[in-house]
C-alpha cells in the first residue's frame, strides 16, 4: 500500500513582488495540475510564466523520483513568501532620497496524489452543493412570485391617498402635506 506522496519545487530570489505573485499562485491552489497548467498557460500576469515553470517541475520530480503520475496530481500548497529587497534611491526636492524597495519573492509548491476515493468524493460533493443551489435558488422565486401576486390583489383596490393617509408618523409628530413652494427672487 503506497502512503501520499508529496512532492515539493521551490522557486527563490524572483524579482516579482510577492504580493503579484500571489495573486497568481491563488488562482492555482487546489486544482489538479493538468488545469493548473492550462489556467496559468493563459493568464496574462508576468508571473504565470515563472509559476508555470515551477509547476512543470515539481511534476518532473514526481515522474522521476517517485513515478507518480501527472494526471493522478494536485496542488496542494501554493506558498509565496517574501525574499529579500534590493534597496535602491531616488533623488527627492531638496537633496533628498527617497528610497525604493524592489522586492524578491520565494515561491514553494507542494503536489499531492489524488486518491480515487477522494475524487469520486469530490466530485459528489460538487454536485450536492449544485443541487441546494438550484433547489433553494427555485424556492425563493416560487416564494416571491407568491409575494408578489398576494400584494398586487391586496393593493389593487386601495387609491393612493388611502395608502399615504395608513402610514403612521413617529410619535407626537402629526402628517404634513407636501406642499410646492416655489423659491422667491
Not at 495573486?23 to 493548473?36: F, P, R, W, Y
Request: aromatic letters at 4%.
Amino acid at each position: 500500500m503506497k502512503l501520499n506522496m508529496e512532492v515539493k519545487a521551490s522557486l527563490k530570489y524572483l524579482r516579482i513582488s510577492p504580493r503579484k505573485v500571489r495573486l497568481v499562485t491563488g488562482l492555482i491552489k487546489g486544482l489538479s495540475v493538468k488545469n493548473a497548467e492550462a489556467q496559468l498557460a493563459n493568464f496574462s500576469k508576468k508571473s504565470s510564466l515563472p509559476v508555470l515553470k515551477l509547476l512543470k517541475s515539481a511534476v518532473a520530480n514526481a515522474e522521476n523520483n517517485f513515478q507518480l503520475d501527472k494526471n493522478n496530481l494536485y496542488i496542494k500548497i501554493a506558498r509565496v513568501d517574501e525574499g529579500p529587497a534590493l534597496k535602491r534611491w531616488r533623488a527627492r526636492a531638496r537633496g533628498s532620497a527617497f528610497t525604493i524597495k524592489k522586492r524578491t519573492s520565494h515561491i514553494f509548491i507542494i503536489l499531492d496524489e489524488i486518491k480515487k476515493k477522494q475524487k469520486a468524493q469530490i466530485q459528489s460533493e460538487k454536485i450536492e452543493k449544485k443541487n441546494k443551489i438550484i433547489k433553494t435558488e427555485d424556492s425563493k422565486q416560487k416564494v416571491e412570485k407568491k409575494e408578489l401576486k398576494s400584494s398586487k390583489t391586496k393593493m389593487s383596490h386601495f387609491k393612493k391617498t388611502e395608502l399615504e393617509n395608513t402610514k403612521k408618523a413617529p410619535s407626537g409628530v402629526a402628517l404634513k402635506k407636501k406642499v410646492f413652494r416655489r423659491k422667491t427672487i
